[in-house]
């Protein structure tokens, strides 16, 4: 039952024209702010013109291999109003798969895009820690035509192509972007708190909050910035048609809500809109001054200053905060001061003051602790915290190995050790190459976890000795997992020629000074040069691996000979396939011969390459 305006809500319709009602409320034009509007208004006169083009590649028909390619890498997901599934088209021959590229393609050039594709069915989904009652608590999971869905993605990764080649998208821009994690954001943070605690002087830094910010996202504003990124043609018309007029409606259990209409905003479970908003907020990151520093992933956005003098930093940090709230005021965004924070990373032990700073007309909270991307980061950076709020949260979580562990019955070792790395250790994981550089005391507390899942994974006894369960389950200690993954880490950054970090050196002041005061924690990069200096690893040389970025609309398959695919395996006699064999080899006596097998047992799969 919900609550509406204090009136209790009862039949399944009503609830979910309730809850369809708020969510059309979020991307209402009526949330901005009035000098916004007025912006709004005034910019939206402007007819841009998407039709004058000379000839541009990434406006060409879609190809066959674009549409298999697409097909491919789908899941299985729950189906849109159509009731069309991914497998339903995966199953389709390559006669169905042409007609439906030829309706693509159709869509494509006559620039005309299925109104029944703009219809939406949202599943509402309580938020953790919510009250039921209130509509507002809910989180819309969008289900959209999973035929339009394959449109998208072949749209996405010409608008992604052009965009990377053309590099639109600023280097500390993290979000769904090749060869970027959220894990490029969390080094930044870390490597620049440590080098400040080495050098004894002070960070500031603040985590801003956008609210609703897909749902609020400006419609014109996108096409604006697709128009000044000198896109014509095809390509920004399909988008432009594709954000017109989305309706949706709400399900619960077997009810729909009526139609509802999203006026702003970018689609909820859109494929495209996570690009789209990207390229909206990329330009935040060209207001900040050059004083202060700013990473960006898709909506999590934080800024940071360094120096000596507090008074110093308050004022470079509100000058980019007063930068940052007028390009949001030219571009729709509001940010929330009520979870917007900032933290003063310093380990002097003397009094100084806290920072104050000014979002709007409001004094931004200066807090303890912040969670960023899943990492919470305390002042001093001991990541205390951090670890004690992932052993609750994993202490839960091995109670499933309880339930499906027993002596005499139960799921097997295999099986187990499986849920293990899937539901415990891959939560261990994230991030230990950044709260991995913790204290000992505090990384031991959580030992007792990986501990306990492998005496329930392996049946072994309480007595058993913690050495005998890496050898029996294949596990290394978490100690030596944390080494191993910041060395991947480390040779991917190597390896990445347009990673922010890939030129980064420590300097030798920076070197000199953690000699001397070898009590303070060292930054990612010392630590990866000290873990390969122990392993005799050091003067490595890393290939770099240059990032191209193929066309989509050609095709990069391989081209091969069969000589053997008109023959059967279980009746022909292995003397014909020696001697097509003997014949191969004779014509392409010239090429290196390459020999590859493969083999699967019960438990692996394994292949092996000869040449």
């Known amino acids: 039952m919900l609550y509406n305006n204090g009136i209790p809500v009862t039949s399944l319709q009503d609830i979910a024209n309730c809850i369809a009602s708020e969510l059309s409320r979020t991307s209402n034009s009526s949330n901005y702010s009035v000098p916004f509007l007025n912006i709004k208004i005034s910019a939206e006169k402007k007819n841009l013109n998407f039709h004058s083009s000379p000839y541009a590649p990434y406006n060409t028909d879609f190809t066959f291999s674009e549409l298999k390619r697409c097909l491919s890498e789908t899941h299985k997901t729950s189906p849109g109003p159509d009731n069309i599934i991914y497998l339903m088209l995966q199953h389709l021959s390559d006669r169905s798969l042409q007609n439906l590229l030829f309706l693509y393609n159709r869509i494509w050039q006559e620039h005309s895009f299925p109104s029944c594709w703009q219809q939406v069915i949202i599943i509402p989904i309580l938020k953790p820690g919510k009250e039921p009652s209130d509509p507002r608590n809910y989180r819309p999971i969008a289900l959209t035509s999973c035929l339009c869905k394959i449109l998208e993605k072949m749209v996405n990764k010409r608008l992604l192509y052009y965009l990377e080649t053309n590099k639109i998208f600023s280097p500390f821009q993290s979000g769904f972007r090749q060869g970027s994690c959220t894990v490029d954001n969390l080094l930044a943070l870390e490597t620049e708190i440590r080098n400040v605690f ?300 347009e990673h922010p970090f890939f030129k980064y050196k420590q300097s030798q002041f920076i070197l000199r000074l953690q000699k001397a005061r070898p009590c303070v924690i060292p930054s990612f990069f010392t630590r990866a040069s000290e873990f390969l200096n122990n392993l005799d690893l050091e003067n490595l040389q890393v290939v770099p691996l240059l990032k191209y970025h193929l066309t989509p609309w050609n095709s990069h398959g391989l081209k091969f000979l069969n000589p053997f695919k008109t023959f059967d395996k279980a009746n022909t006699a292995p003397i014909v396939y020696q001697q097509l064999f003997a014949n191969h080899r004779d014509l392409y006596h010239n090429f290196i011969p390459v020999f590859t097998d493969g083999s699967r047992s019960s438990s692996s799969t394994s292949f092996a390459c000869f040449y």
């Open 198 to 497: 080495i050098r004894r002087q002070h960070t500031v830094a603040i985590f801003f909050d956008i609210e609703k910010a897909y749902d609020r996202s400006w419609r014109f504003g996108i096409l604006r910035d697709l128009y000044e990124c000198n896109l014509r043609g095809n390509l920004p018309i399909f988008i432009q048609n594709f954000l017109k007029l989305r309706k949706f409606r709400v399900q619960i259990g077997n009810q729909l809500s009526d139609y509802f209409i999203q006026e702003e905003g970018v689609p909820q479970g859109s494929v495209l809109s996570v690009t789209l908003f990207a390229l909206k907020i990329n330009d935040i990151l060209k207001q900040l001054p050059p004083s202060v520093k700013g990473f960006l992933y898709v909506d999590d956005l934080y800024i940071s200053c360094t120096g000596d003098n507090i008074n110093f930093i308050e004022r470079q940090l509100q000058l980019a905060v007063n930068k940052i709230q007028q390009w949001s005021t030219f571009n729709g965004f509001t940010f929330s001061t009520a979870k917007t924070s900032c933290i003063h990373f310093c380990r002097k032990c003397r009094l100084h003051p806290e920072p104050e700073i000014l979002l709007g007309s409001q004094l931004i909270t200066v807090v303890n602790e912040v969670k960023f991307l899943g990492i919470t980061f305390d002042k001093k950076l001991t990541f205390r915290p951090h670890v004690i709020k992932l052993r609750k949260k994993l202490d839960k979580a091995l109670n499933i190995l309880k339930v499906l562990s027993n002596t005499s019955w139960g799921a097997s070792r295999t099986s187990l050790l499986r849920v293990y790395r899937a539901a415990i250790l891959s939560k261990m994981d994230y991030g230990c190459v950044i709260y991995g550089s913790a204290r000992q005391s505090v990384l031991k507390i959580l030992d007792p976890i990986h501990h306990s899942a492998l005496r329930l994974c392996s049946g072994a006894f309480r007595t058993s000795p913690v050495e005998s369960l890496y050898v029996e389950c294949c596990e290394p200690p978490l100690d030596h997992r944390r080494k191993m993954l910041t060395l991947h880490l480390y040779h991917k950054i190597l390896s990445l020629p």
